[in-house]
């Protein structure tokens, strides 16, 4: 608990200086960790090459170890992340509103950094830079806990970008890694209220459910996404079979992949077979209610739990509903209120799925894939909440800031 | 815990209703509530007898009593309030930007009602028909959870409160009152994740710091000011006294009165005796350093604790600075970042103030007891946010919503 302490501490002080720092030499600071890390790719790969091993080792799968994995490509994909970051707008000292009041006080409502963040998450390495990058650009001290398989990576990056913003004229202690990789030690994280003013962590559902069980520190949830597509009975079938493939296809690993699709029953006969037939070179497993059971030439029954799982894989829970209503109602019960999808051709089925579905994203005719804060234009992203306090959907930098009022008086009392 | 699991239920289900209901549906509650608490008045002046009789037995003070009595008067205020919530804008359904993107859909985010909130809060009954007001005006149900004090007082307004957006056309389970009020429910509140959206504490700092403590629900911390005045070098000398007796001795059991007077070295000699005779006819106790303690007439020496300390009393720490630069570091290291002043004529010097001092409301020239949802103009206060997360200072209305993304396709996919 005391190394936390004194990390803590330290992680405070730098948050004061980097709360005053001039955007240009943020950004320059920024380039010059850009650079560090091609210029020390050679150290990064080598110490990455030690984790790699100690996975091979402890038997991980391939997927794990790809998502390990760094080579000149990806170190050049990360420094050119941090390049950016620096060309993205300053959030801070932007003053939103201003007014007068009744006793003739000037208000403004200013950006201001949130202080000291810390993030927790799992395996990939290029967070660490990535999270490093948004954290300072938005005047943050972070301090970081990665997981224990990337530990040597994790390490170098960070040496290397710390090394690089004191050559900047920033304290290095603006961006710290906890190298003890302890589950005690992450647990102690949570709780280290004193000096963290919010814990985001980015992960999978275990990692999020642990956080929030343990932390007493505010935090961000983020991440756990079952997100469901509608086919309403005026959908355009081109347009269903091309969202729910994409949707569920493209990426099915990622947090905004669909893992319900519902449709009207209008048309579950003409459009199930189709989609059936779409989804058949990825293999995916249909796992449907009685009516699409009977619908579909190859599928399994769904199971209750098949109704609220996320899972990040080839896998469809498919159901046949009478209504809009009933569609809505389904997700309302079984979403994470992460994104969720109409796909319809009638005005007023679109606007109602907008205003009663009570997820961070609802479109309407477009893949749930885009929940993504550089789709969304937001230039980055820290990962996308799905709770309602604070931040909800994909989080940039605006997202990873506070406010304060300034006031400007003239002798005023009350 | 069944119970408050069957109102986390009903309170969900009512938010579902709430958060599509008509402004002017609302608005025509809200009315209803008011006229319903002057037709009934007799009843809740009756149950308030009951909560004062009970407290004059356990021996309570005059001004919990005082804050504890419910008259003709106070009711007729309760109600003016519900009618002026009544007034303020809707702020559900706000779109604040809408953009295009890339793959040319149109996003914009959307104001939507945080869900469920919790509020526990200490005796004063008025708080009841206030923080019910507010939750529903932002389309949000909610769980109260007042003082085992006022607990017929709440209960007779609940009902009448209940009763009125019933016949208004709402569910009554929008409003709820947890009438068992012992330690252990309130525990319970605040770790039913599952149906809480946030839980805001209002009272003393005792309250804010067990629901710290013990909440395992995202809740928003409110009220506790340390709060500084700081008298530059450049001060003028009439504006710092009546700044200063403003701000420590107009009210103060309130979190927004000053407990630490600043004051830089080059003006001590001259000032503090005027401050002492200004302060004088308050019987204000000033604790005060060596450099100060030479210079008034009657004071005592602080202690350490004196800098960190609320005293929400007629004590006045006061401590004289050699620069602007200690005045912040001070500030920076004792305030609960509530609300903090500078007195100066120095354009520069208050620049600074500005943009160092790490407070939710940072003045120049203005007493500290500005800090407040309608002298800052929102037309209403749920409290005052002394956390970055979330929301930060005065909470009206448009702090107890949250946001999601209603995105416009066209069958663009990823």
Redesign the interface.
Known sequence: MSDLITMGKAAKKSA?FL??ADTLLKNNALKQMSAALIAHDATIIKANEQDLNAAKNNGVTEVMLDRLKLDKNRIQAMAQGLLDVAELPDPIGHVSEM?K???N?T?GKQQ?P??VIGIIYESRPNVTADAAALCFKSGNAVILRGGKEAIHSNSAIVLILQTAIEQAGFPKDAIQLITDTSRETARQLMQL?RYL??LIPRGGATLIQTV??HA?V?I?ETGTGNCHVYIDGSA?LK?AT??I???KC?RPSVCNSAETLLIHRNVANTFLPVIEEALAPYQVELRADSSALAIFKTAVEATEEDWETEFLDFILAVKVVDSIDEAIKHI?QYSTKHSESIVTSNYFNGQQF???V??????????T???DGF???FGAEIGIST????A??PMGLNELT?????????????
Chains 1, 2 share one sequence.
């Open positions: 004061t709360a005053q007014w009041t009744d006793a006080l208000i201001v949130l202080g209220n003013d919010v929030l069980e007493t505010p961000i355009d347009m091309d969202i493939v994409n949707a493209s309302n907008h205003r009663e009570d997820s961070a994203a609802v479109y309407i005719n477009a893949s894939r885009f929940t789709e969304f234009g709770q309602k306090l604070h909800r959907g506070s406010s304060k009022y300034i006031i400007f008086g003239e002798g005023q009392i009350r």
